[in-house]
């Protein structure tokens, strides 16, 4: 059964550091790279941060140097600890595979704002 499980989001002022996590299905976790991607209000999903199974990362500019992404394959969860938050970085933040599966979880809404 494929599982997605983001958690960890909330309301965070500016410059706030929240850690998300994602508890994943072994079987997914194990095969792929997995990504953390967001959902902005009016905008289309986009890719931030991946890692793969190895532990090789890679950020979209707008995130380098702030957010860092890692993974516990024992656990099967991968997690993104965001750092220095601004408001433009309130989204729902989901994770999945890369290429991303058809399934998607319902992911974790964070907000920045004072």
């Known amino acids: 059964q494929v599982q997605l499980v983001e958690s960890g989001g909330g309301l965070v002022q500016p410059g706030g550091s929240p850690r998300l996590s994602c508890a994943a299905s072994?079987?997914?976790?194990?095969?792929?790279?997995m990504g953390w991607y967001r959902q902005a209000p009016g905008k289309q999903r986009e890719l931030v941060t991946r890692?793969?199974?190895?532990?090789?990362?890679n950020y979209t500019d707008s995130v380098k140097g702030r957010f860092t992404i890692s993974r516990d394959n024992a656990k099967n969860t991968v997690y993104l600890q965001m750092n220095s938050l601004k408001p433009e970085d309130t989204a729902v933040y989901y994770c999945?595979?890369?290429?991303?599966?058809?399934?998607w979880g319902q992911g974790t809404q964070v907000t920045v704002s004072s």
């Open positions: 999945n595979a890369l290429p991303s599966l058809t399934f």
């Open positions: 072994g079987s997914i976790f194990s095969r792929y790279t």
């Open positions: 890692i793969t199974k190895g532990g090789s990362t």
